[in-house]
């Protein structure tokens, strides 16, 4: 059985008060939910005016989830320049989910139970409901991939109690630092992540193996809401953490860490989050995902253009999305990166990307690598029919037809559901035809002490 139980997504009480943060972001059973002003008050599909001649959408509303990362741009601006509305999705409501614990749970309950149709999302998490493993029920709860939100654009950043080590892609200073912690008696390493088996924590994992540290046996993955990671660095909840934007660039403007590595050195425009909704509101109204869909794509085209990322970075930085400062979300979306290191680069190749290079494209070989780093670290079972799993659930299909639609150029369509063989920065490479291969040379993993 996997080990993915529920319980793992409910952090333990701390004794300091900043563990009880931690508890109380993370809890399965806050479903509490901040919802953005829309011009539809009843939460119920209503039909569509142009629905009943057959030419526009099902219904007009929908209830979409997102985490305040910038990586969620895409939909915050669908809904602010009215991009849902051209596509005929005019009660369309984007709501601030408060975790990603959060998210699942109100994914389970759909609009119609309070909860909502949609997200802004983990690449792995759709996948884990679709199984059944993390669902209250612990029923499946199958869901589609619609659209790769982004690439690039995560980070792992370290408290400044390491920054004479100056930590970088090699850990292995880092790895002889918490061995003498351990040493003198330090009883837990924490390694912060946002949801166990989510792309942060394979991302966290991932690094952390290849410099010799075991995940599972050398330190303690804990999960900790995007929002409240500074907070938690700030007194000493952890040794290091991973997390999209804006939370990295805050880091380092409050001096309380520093970067480490940004993600796309890890693995170059490597995937990230998701739009995915439940398959059977998909199936019952498939003019209006696919409304919702082309709303996304449109929005994700522009926030990729240079001129309007600070336009973007100023909308998701008011407090009805991020209540960031819009200063800790624009120079990392413009690809400058301050490591708080005295290392900063200018014009960075890695950095996030909403549209170029097919980031909305979701890949199928993308989404096995998931899978298989999932079955790495013991998430889902070791004999999960992974290539019929991505084939149920990621509708790349549904992408084609909305480009088509979008008329976006032929260049701009990937020829292809795989993106080839993949090669991360230790020289490691998958071959998504090949994937029981790449676990098997793997080192370290779970049950491999």
Known sequence: MSNLSRRKFILTAGATAASTVIIHGCS??????TTTPSPAANTSPTASPVAASGDGPEVTTAKLGFIALTDSAPLIIAKEKGLFDKYGMTGVEVVKQASWPV???????????????GAHILTPMPYFLTMGLITKTKQPLPMYILARLNTNGQAISVSNTYKDLNVGLDNKAFKEALNKEK???????????????????????????????????????????????VANMKVGNMEAFCVGEPWNAQLVNQKQGYTALVTGELWKDHPEKALTMRKDWVDKNPKAAKAI????????????????????????????????????IIGRSKGEIDYGTGRVEKNFPYAMKFWADFASYPFKSHDLWFLTENIRWGYIPPDTDTKKLVDEVNREDLWREAAKELKIADAEIPKSSSRGVETFFDGVKFDPEKPEEYLKNLKIKKGSA
């Not at 399965?28 to 939910?33: A, K, L, W």
Request: charged share 20%.
């Open 28 to 33: 399965s059973g806050n479903t509490s939910q």
């Open 293 to 328: 869909l082309m709303a996304v794509m449109e929005a994700q085209q522009w926030c990729d253009k240079p001129e309007n990322i600070e336009e973007m970075c100023q909308i998701v930085s008011q407090d009805k999305w991020f209540k960031v400062p819009a200063a800790d």
């Open 183 to 229: 040493a003198a008696g330090k009883q837990e390493l924490k390694m912060a992540i946002t949801f166990p088996g989510g792309t942060h924590d394979l991302w966290m994992r991932y690094w952390l193996a290849a410099g010799g540290i075991d995940p599972t046996n050398d330190v303690s993955v804990i999960p900790v809401p995007p929002p409240q990671m």
């Open 103 to 117: 998210t699942r749970d109100n994914i389970e309950l759909g609009s119609g139970g309070g909860g909502i149709d």
